[in-house]
């Protein structure tokens, strides 16, 4: 590491999509001149990539970057820069609670970055770009932030998302929904198998509805294109629209080998009068029908959620029905989040509007309930032999457990079904497959031992 490069830091909060976007941000500074710094007090430059997706997620993005208005390094203050979805949904507003921001980087506004980066340098400041882009960026570095898991990396396949859904504030953040080219994307993952990455997940606000070359390529066929790169050994997706989830998909998942055994598809909830409400365009019972041709077609499939509790006008009854649709489906796992209301959404506006209390009730009886069927759902791998491919040593090892299998280390990987398994082993290295034999389930993990045979 060189000692004269300028530091930057860049923190992500929110989903697996900002994940990837600070990745492209950090390869930007890096072209900059910047090296990055773990520690942002020792940073010249400071980068929140941001996430409003609720009022809390916003919340934390203004009080990281409120830590900065004082900040003194080198007898200078850093850059500091709110890029992501908080500053295409402020933009000159978020001066008003941070006056010392740099720079507003809207989530269409990236091809413009180092520009605007060599802009503050040069001294500006106070600059908002949230300007819309009718392309996809291509060609922008991947690699500069240091990523904790190497086997398994995430690529982003389409921007924006144009449902509407009368609760989310993504359409008016990330724009219209834009899919990448095919061969861009099949070249990305390319690269990343060649440097060790086994496994890929394809990323969009809904990926079901992937046109790329203007609709000639649909999700499905890009599935099979991404099966055909050597060294990957698996594929996963999110998120998924239960109203687009064709059977082209299903048969989709089922040909291919290198599809996880897992799918995440929001219901959001289980009352056909609230998911109209939220303009879902689905109801409970084509919902359920979805669920029943997905499970005909993959029996052993998983399956994970997002549910919204204390919508506006929620009564009890619908959330009795939420409720009984978790004992019906029986998920594997289950995202609740207590509704939040956001400047330009329909909802926000709708008169009987809950009280915190009530939704934080709710919150509470759901997960409880939820824990024990995923506790139930994990019991019932015990005796099962499942394939995990290994991300690293664990944590937080279990001392005993490893004592006991006589061995130093205690790794964990993942299996197809998205389940994270512990195991001891000093022979297992990140990027295996290892299959196992399950001996014990805990509410977020499996205990496993290493099959002779492998
Ligand atoms: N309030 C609470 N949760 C929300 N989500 C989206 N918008 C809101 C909101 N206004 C949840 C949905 C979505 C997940 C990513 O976040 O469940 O699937
Ligand atoms: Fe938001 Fe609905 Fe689009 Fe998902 S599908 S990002 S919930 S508007």
Same mark, same amino acid.
């Given at each position: 590491?060189?000692?004269?490069?300028?530091?930057?830091?860049?923190?992500?909060?929110?989903?697996?999509?900002?994940?990837? $976007?600070?990745?492209?941000?950090?390869?930007?500074?890096?072209?900059?001149?910047?090296?990055?710094?773990?520690?942002?007090?020792?940073?010249?430059?400071?980068?929140?990539?941001?996430?409003?997706?609720?009022?809390?997620?916003?919340?934390?993005?203004?009080?990281?970057?409120?830590?900065?208005?004082?900040?003194?390094?080198?007898?200078?203050?850093?850059?500091?820069?709110?890029?992501?979805?908080?500053?295409?949904? &402020?933009?000159?507003?978020?001066?008003?609670?941070?006056?010392? #921001?740099?720079?507003?980087?809207?989530?269409?506004?990236?091809?413009?970055?180092?520009?605007?980066?060599?802009?503050?340098?040069?001294?500006?400041?106070?600059?908002?770009?949230?300007?819309?882009?009718?392309?996809?960026?291509?060609?922008?570095?991947?690699?500069?932030?240091?990523?904790?898991?190497?086997?398994?990396?995430?690529?982003?396949?389409?921007?924006?998302?144009?449902?509407?859904?009368?609760?989310?504030?993504?359409?008016?953040?990330?724009?219209? &929904?834009?899919?990448?080219?095919?061969?861009?994307?099949? *070249?990305?993952?390319? /690269?990343?198998?060649?440097?060790?990455?086994?496994?890929?997940?394809?990323?969009?606000?809904?990926?079901?509805?992937?046109?790329?070359?203007?609709?000639?390529?649909?999700?499905?066929?890009?599935?099979? #294109?991404?099966?055909?790169?050597?060294?990957?050994?698996?594929?996963?997706?999110?998120?998924?629209?239960?109203?687009?989830?064709?059977?082209? #998909?299903?048969?989709?998942?089922? $040909?291919?080998?290198?599809?996880?055994?897992?799918?995440?598809?929001?219901?959001?909830?289980?009352?056909?009068?609230?998911?109209?409400?939220?303009?879902?365009?689905?109801?409970?019972? !084509?919902?359920?029908?979805?669920?029943?041709?997905?499970?005909?077609?993959?029996?052993?499939?998983?399956?994970? !959620?997002?549910?919204?509790?204390?919508?506006?006008? *929620?009564?009890?009854?619908?959330?009795?029905?939420?409720?009984?649709?978790?004992? !019906?489906?029986?998920?594997?796992?289950?995202?609740?989040?207590?509704?939040?209301?956001?400047?330009?959404?329909?909802?926000?506006?709708?008169?009987?509007?809950?009280? &915190?209390?009530?939704?934080?009730?709710? #919150?509470?009886?759901?997960?409880?309930?939820? &824990?024990?069927?995923?506790?139930?759902?994990?019991?019932?791998?015990?005796?099962?032999?499942?394939?995990?491919?290994?991300?690293? @040593?664990?944590?937080?090892?279990?001392?005993?457990?490893?004592?006991?299998?006589?061995?130093?280390?205690?790794?964990?990987?993942?299996?197809?079904?998205?389940?994270?398994?512990?195991?001891?082993?000093?022979?297992?290295? /990140?990027? @295996?497959?290892?299959?196992?034999?399950?001996?014990?389930?805990?509410?977020?993990?499996?205990?496993? *031992?290493?099959?002779?045979?492998?």
């Amino acid at each position: 590491m060189s000692q004269d490069k300028p530091k930057a830091y860049v923190n992500t909060i929110g989903c697996q999509m900002n994940v990837y $976007d600070s990745q492209i941000l950090a390869g930007l500074l890096q072209n900059a001149g910047y090296e990055q710094t773990h520690d942002p007090d020792l940073a010249d430059l400071v980068l929140c990539n941001t996430c409003a997706i609720r009022h809390k997620a916003q919340e934390k993005a203004y009080s990281f970057l409120g830590r900065f208005a004082g900040t003194r390094i080198k007898g200078k203050r850093p850059l500091t820069i709110m890029a992501g979805c908080v500053a295409q949904k &402020e933009k000159e507003k978020a001066f008003a609670r941070l006056p010392h #921001l740099d720079l507003v980087l809207g989530t269409q506004a990236f091809g413009r970055f180092e520009t605007h980066v060599k802009a503050l340098i040069a001294g500006e400041t106070r600059i908002v770009d949230t300007a819309p882009s009718e392309n996809i960026f291509e060609g922008f570095p991947k690699d500069a932030l240091a990523v904790k898991i190497q086997v398994s990396r995430f690529v982003t396949i389409m921007q924006g998302c144009e449902n509407f859904c009368t609760y989310c504030v993504v359409p008016y953040v990330r724009g219209k &929904e834009r899919s990448r080219n095919p061969h861009a994307i099949v *070249e990305e993952i390319e /690269g990343l198998a060649g440097s060790g990455v086994r496994e890929i997940t394809l990323l969009g606000q809904n990926v079901n509805s992937y046109a790329g070359n203007n609709g000639q390529v649909s999700f499905a066929d890009l599935l099979y #294109l991404v099966s055909r790169v050597d060294g990957i050994d698996r594929i996963r997706f999110a998120t998924s629209h239960p109203k687009d989830l064709s059977m082209d #998909l299903i048969r989709a998942m089922k $040909d291919i080998d290198k599809v996880c055994n897992h799918l995440h598809l929001p219901v959001q909830s289980g009352s056909s009068e609230i998911l109209k409400r939220m303009n879902r365009k689905y109801d409970r019972d !084509t919902y359920l029908k979805r669920i029943s041709a997905l499970r005909q077609a993959c029996p052993d499939i998983a399956l994970s !959620t997002d549910i919204i509790v204390g919508f506006p006008g *929620e009564t009890i009854s619908d959330f009795q029905q939420t409720m009984d649709l978790l004992e !019906t489906v029986e998920f594997d796992a289950v995202f609740a989040f207590a509704y939040s209301a956001r400047s330009f959404t329909p909802a926000a506006k709708f008169s009987n509007q809950l009280d &915190e209390q009530t939704k934080r009730d709710r #919150l509470n009886t759901l997960l409880d309930f939820q &824990e024990k069927i995923t506790e139930k759902k994990n019991k019932a791998f015990v005796g099962k032999k499942v394939t995990v491919l290994v991300e690293g @040593d664990s944590p937080k090892p279990r001392d005993g457990f490893v004592k006991k299998n006589k061995n130093t280390r205690q790794m964990f990987g993942r299996s197809g079904a998205n389940k994270i398994v512990h195991f001891a082993s000093d022979q297992a290295a /990140g990027g @295996d497959l290892v299959t196992l034999q399950i001996i014990n389930a805990y509410p977020h993990s499996l205990w496993g *031992e290493v099959c002779e045979s492998d």
